[in-house]
């Protein structure tokens, strides 16, 4: 069965690099089949992933509007089927870890009955892999929109500021709002130099999710941010890589 984990967070709070160390941890600690979602508008998952797209989704959506508006598709496939297939030539294969990303959301003439294939599509991708893992833009808004699929696992990223963790508060209030269930929910506090402020301790009281840990500032995921270097590639021994094992381990994730 299929198991789903989400990962939330503003920018600039490291949610992509964490995301690349849930994905990280999976293909080390797993034998199954991923498929990664970048869900983030800005669309940069591939990045840390270390791997090369194309397309988008929302890139796919536009063009398949105006080539069925035009008639410039095969005539022999349906509608569905076509956007079925530009969807599915659009994913980037890997070594056990697929990706597909959303890009930008719909414009002000949504085209319904493409987020309804979408969904379905979607949804039967993720029935192929062992582990669905999303990278969410902050709003959460889109996940009922392009899945229905549960989530099984929501880790909420801040880092450590007063915005940050309000930031976190609101995605809680947000997600309770959607049609999605969500099984579990952690706050995982990004960035930490030391031990947590307690004026932030106190503040994490009032997110309305239990707290998983805090992962520690690392220098090194700063030099691979400036160089471009794909965040899947750190060592294992890393700071930050241990730090993150260490959280996944406790929130049982395999």
Do not use: W
Request: net charge negative.
């Amino acid at each position: 069965m299929t198991k789903t984990i989400a990962v939330a967070g503003k920018g600039g709070t490291g949610k992509t690099t964490f995301t690349a160390m849930v994905i990280k941890y999976l293909s080390e600690r797993s034998t199954g089949c991923i498929l990664a979602i970048d869900g983030d508008p800005s669309a940069n998952l591939n990045l840390v992933l270390g791997m090369e797209l194309e397309e988008t989704i929302g890139h796919i959506r536009e063009e398949t509007m105006l080539d069925v508006q035009s008639g410039r598709y095969d005539p022999s496939m349906s509608k569905h089927d076509y956007f079925e297939y530009r969807i599915n030539r659009s994913l980037v294969e890997g070594d056990r870890v697929d990706l597909i990303a959303m890009g930008r959301p719909e414009g002000p003439g949504c085209y319904c009955a493409a987020n309804n294939i979408l969904r379905h599509v979607i949804d039967r991708l993720g029935n192929d892999y062992d582990y669905v893992v999303i990278d969410n833009e902050a709003g959460m808004e889109h996940i009922s929109r392009q899945t229905t699929r549960d989530i099984d696992l929501l880790f909420i990223v801040s880092d450590p500021t007063v915005r940050g963790l309000m930031g976190a508060k609101n995605i809680v209030e947000l997600t309770r709002e959607l049609s999605t269930r969500i099984r579990r929910s952690y706050l995982v506090i990004n960035g930490v130099r030391g031990e947590l402020p307690a004026p932030l301790a106190e503040r994490v009281k009032e997110i309305g999710v239990p707290l998983l840990g805090t992962l520690p500032y690392d220098e090194q995921v700063v030099e691979f941010d400036i160089v471009g270097r794909p965040m899947i590639e750190l060592d294992s021994d890393s700071t930050r890589a241990s730090a993150s094992r260490a959280l996944l381990d406790q929130a049982g994730i395999v």
